[in-house]
């Protein structure tokens, strides 16, 4: 049977996709307490006995203060592809978390200037996704991620890359 359609033009990267091979970059892996799609923010879960269990954030906190523990990453063994849903993590499996370094993003906002500071979102207000990212507070649903900020421009739900180098 022959292939009908084809894709001619193959997508440059994916949400949670390594924006580079720069050896200054840093990865560590956790265990997934709940479902964690690639490219959003995780923070270490204070309720579980092991300091490698991981969860998207729910309060500013755990963003600010030494809780976060990086941007899960892309494992293409947990790809679902486009049409069948979000590519995550389920819970139980080890996620690959991007503690420093260069990542692709979906971003909530228009990024419209590079260097724009990065915002995470801990609150589902106007937008329903905790750890995404973003350009502004959005009504004190976000919250500033130290030393993280946008490298590329992008318009709202499109792909940015986003750099993540934290000084603690």
Not at 106 to 124: C, L, Q
Request: glycine share 10%; with cysteine; charged share 20%.
């Amino acid at each position: 049977m022959s292939q009908l359609t084809h894709t001619q033009d193959p997508a440059e990267a994916i949400e949670g996709m390594e924006a580079d091979n720069s050896a200054v970059k840093e990865r560590i892996s956790g265990l997934a307490i709940e479902v964690i799609p690639f490219g959003r923010f995780v923070t270490a879960d204070d309720g579980q006995d092991s300091p490698v269990s991981v969860v998207l954030p729910s309060t500013t906190g755990e963003i600010t203060d030494g809780h976060g523990m990086g941007i899960a990453v892309a494992d293409v063994s947990h790809q679902e592809g486009p049409t069948l849903g979000v590519n995550q993590y389920a819970i139980n499996d080890a996620v690959s978390i991007l503690r420093r370094g260069r990542i692709h993003v979906i971003v909530e906002d228009a990024v419209t200037a590079i260097g724009t500071p990065a915002f995470v979102r801990f609150s589902a207000d106007t937008f329903p996704d905790l750890g995404a990212f973003r350009t502004d507070v959005d009504t004190a649903s976000a919250v500033a991620l130290p030393g993280a900020r946008f490298m590329t421009l992008a318009g709202a739900g499109e792909l940015c890359v986003l750099e993540f180098f934290p000084t603690v």
